[in-house]
């Protein structure tokens, strides 16, 4: 089933029931949603609702129904995979205080398995998920009763809040959910326990193909703080997902809404990766949607994250060995692909817009590598000249004497992250210079060194402008609220844990809580086996049992370095240094804030373990 069907059969089933079809709304979120979430984009479907869920009355009546284009920057690397874009066109229907659960979840099902009306799809191959309760609000019994009518119970499982429970932001309407999953191996998975469920999920064997919100919670600041006014509904099908199961694809970049522009990079290419082909293809996809909303490219908010779009593009493409120019043909089967459905007003001005934007990405290119050659020189040497130097491995030990041909340490992290900062120059791209200049090789022990430092530095600065476009652009909502602190004591406890499992070359890499989960990489040459995460999951629940007291100090720098408190590599720390110790477990070199007690923290789980890049791995991890 083509797109374009998928979206008229979507809309037509609820306009026979009784819901007003509205237009899409454009991209740009309105100024409120930007103050109170930080938001830069619609990246859902409500959003442009929120006052009506809120309790405005809504022009055209209780029951809605519309495809939203949106889009979502949060997950920009992993778009790539099977299922992950920047752009994309949410189906919904909406009640505003009118059906609830029993309505919703029977026209889910009817739609997505009604072969007359609907999408044909096979009942056998659905599996649901219901909200587990926590202190917000209960247990979904009355969603997972409802849906017994139509799913055996077994395939029905009850997840917690971060999985189950949808809010746009810190502030706003929010609520529990139900969401969809459908089976896309050829074999058919049949029945999954939980545990099997959760793992065919990590796999992408099972897609999630809607969201069904119940939304009667209000949240402000990060905390539900009551019921909204009226018992509403918000409902979530991706296309490109819904068009990948309907069409058998095993990726939502071999659908029809891809397909035509995946074969033109194709064609242009002179090398293959099939991950830079797909970044290709989102990027340009998702920089004219933008542009035809009246966004250019700047240094601040929307227009920078067009910037940042549009030069990842160029550096993908340029990767693959694809011209820029040509991707004037890429831009035409954009346009093309939604013509009549998105108006994109003048299109050789999207064109000029990306191209010009190319255009000086390549300047400030030039200019940044003129000045990165001088400083080679200055600080290197010239190329040709090599240095003997012995380079004591910091990682393995002085029995690992290396030679170099130029002194290593010249080259630091926060030195590639002035380059990136002023130029825009990936790590990557700079040390790749800095080889192909002067024939330098880095041994993986010391691009590990660089990486971890450039990171660094990148935290730093996100730290500095927390409020800033920098921020946006991530989607990090990094904050003091209570869940957060508890997640930020819970990383020191995962990170001492990783180190007694895996060994003590774990170092970390970067951070991120939000107050779903934490976020911690770090420094690993391979995946963890199930067993590893479970000792490492059993020694942080261990450690919350114990109930164990969490104290900060001030001290000396250099005391407490040499007392083992765990640091950054080379961080310019000031003199007296905060540092936080967990009994005698933990103890990190750390400005906080955390919770007093390792009591308050709830049950620890690993949701996941991948690979961010070379030896770097990631884990994201709830409290439940
Ligand atoms: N708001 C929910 C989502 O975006 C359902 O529309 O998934």
Redesign the pocket.
């Known amino acids: 089933m083509e797109s374009q069907e998928i979206r008229k059969r979507f809309l037509a089933f609820f306009e026979k029931r009784g819901h007003a079809i509205i237009p899409s709304a454009s991209l740009v979120a309105p100024d409120e949603s930007e103050k109170t979430n930080k938001t830069l984009f619609i990246s ?3 959003q442009p609702l929120i006052p009506y869920l809120l309790g405005k009355d809504h022009p055209k009546g209780k029951r809605l129904a519309n495809v939203q284009k949106s889009v979502r920057t949060q997950d920009i690397e992993e778009v790539g995979d099977k299922t992950h874009d920047t752009f994309f066109e ?1 189906l ?1 229907n909406w009640s505003l205080g009118d059906y609830f659960k029993e309505d919703a979840i029977k026209w889910s099902y009817e739609l997505l398995t009604d072969k007359e009306e609907g999408f044909g799809l096979d009942p056998n191959r659905l599996y649901i998920t219901v909200f587990a309760g926590d202190e917000n609000a209960p247990r979904d019994n009355e969603a997972a009763e409802i849906w017994k009518k139509y799913i055996p119970e077994n395939r029905i499982y009850f997840l917690p809040a971060d999985k189950n429970w ?1 809010s ?1 932001g810190d502030n706003g309407p929010s609520g529990p ?1 139900t969401e969809m999953y459908y089976d896309i191996t050829p074999e058919g998975l049949g029945d999954l326990t939980h545990e099997e469920f959760l793992k065919a999920d990590n796999e992408q064997k099972i897609v999630e193909i809607w ?1 069904d ?1 119940f939304m009667e919670y209000e949240k402000k600041d990060g905390k539900v703080v009551g019921k909204l006014p009226s018992r509403n509904v ?3 099908a991706g296309l490109e997902r819904l068009a990948m199961v309907l069409q058998k694809k095993d990726s939502i970049f071999d659908t029809d809404l891809f397909i035509s522009i995946m074969s033109k990079i194709d064609e242009l290419k002179k090398s293959s990766d099939i991950r830079s082909e797909r970044i290709v293809a989102d990027h340009i996809r998702t920089s004219v949607f933008i542009i035809a909303d009246h966004v250019i490219p700047a240094n601040t908010d929307k227009g920078y994250v067009l910037r940042r779009i549009i030069r990842r593009a160029v550096r993908y493409a340029d990767k693959l060995g694809v011209e820029m120019h040509a991707i004037g043909e890429v831009i035409d089967l954009v346009t093309n692909k939604y013509r009549g459905v998105y108006d994109f007003g003048d299109e050789e001005y999207i064109r000029e817009v990306i191209l010009e934007e190319e255009h000086k990405f390549r300047k400030t290119l030039e200019k940044g590598l003129k000045i990165l050659h001088r400083k080679i020189e200055a600080q290197i040497g010239r190329p040709g000249q090599t240095y003997k130097v012995h380079h004591v491995s910091l990682v393995h030990g002085p029995d690992d004497i290396q030679m170099w041909d130029f002194p290593p340490s010249e080259v630091t992290g926060k030195w590639l992250f002035d380059f990136y900062q002023t130029f825009g120059f990936p790590f990557e791209m700079t040390l790749e210079e800095l080889k192909s200049h002067n024939k330098h090789y880095f041994f993986p022990q010391d691009y590990k060194r660089l990486q971890s430092e450039f990171n660094q530095e990148i935290e730093k600065h996100r730290e500095l402008s927390r409020a800033g476009a920098e921020q946006k652009f991530k989607g990090g909502l990094a904050g003091h609220s209570d869940v957060e602190v508890k997640y930020h004591t819970t990383t020191h406890l995962l990170h001492q844990a990783l180190r007694d499992v895996l060994g003590p070359e774990v170092q970390q890499e970067g951070s991120n809580i939000t107050p779903e989960r934490l976020r911690f990489d770090f420094a690993f040459p391979r995946k963890m086996t199930d067993e590893e995460k479970l000792r490492v999951e059993d020694i942080v629940n261990k450690k919350i049992k114990e109930a164990i007291p969490v104290q900060n100090v001030t001290m000396d720098k250099n005391e407490a370095i040499k007392s083992g408190a765990l640091h950054f590599f080379d961080q310019k720390y000031p003199d007296q240094v905060s540092v936080y110790s967990i009994g005698t477990y933990s103890k990190e070199l750390c400005g906080g804030p955390h919770v007093s007690n390792t009591s308050e923290l709830g049950i620890f789980k690993i949701q996941k373990e991948e690979a961010v890049s070379v030896g770097v791995r990631r884990i994201k991890a709830v409290l439940q």
């Open positions: 859902a479907g409500m949410m919904g949808w746009a959910d969201n919100v918000d409902t979530g």
